[in-house]
């Protein structure tokens, strides 16, 4: 059974910063892409940020120089550090884990940026 369980979010002030978590099991953590994903209410999902098996990183431009996203192979875990956050950075934070042949997804985790 595949899983990934997400952690770490929560309420920031503008200007902090939370790191998320995203713990998998079930799959080959090296053979998979990572990614992290935000919905916000009333809009599409989007990406925030990729990487790669090869630990190469592709973040959206409205969090470029912001984020950084991370891998531990061993701990199979990929982590998300949020800083300088902004209101609309507020937004469900999905983890996925994907190849070219499946994708699976968590349940998310809450940021919430306000004063």
């Known amino acids: 059974q595949v899983q990934l369980v997400e952690s770490g979010g929560g309420l920031v002030q503008p200007g902090g910063s939370l790191r998320l978590s995203c713990v998998a099991s079930?799959?080959?953590?090296?053979?998979?892409?990572m990614g992290w994903y935000r919905q916000a209410p009333g809009k599409q999902r989007e990406l925030v940020a990729n990487?790669?098996?090869?630990?190469?990183?592709d973040y959206a431009d409205s969090v470029s120089g912001r984020f950084t996203i991370s891998r531990n192979n061993a701990e199979k875990t990929v982590y998300l550090q949020m800083n300088s956050l902004k209101p609309e950075d507020t937004a469900v934070y999905y983890c996925?884990?994907?190849?070219?042949?499946?994708?699976?997804w968590g349940q998310g985790t809450q940021v919430t940026v306000s004063s």
């Open positions: 996925t884990a994907y190849t070219t042949l499946r994708t699976y």
């Open positions: 079930g799959i080959s953590f090296n053979f998979y892409h």
């Open positions: 990487i790669n098996t090869n630990s190469g990183t």
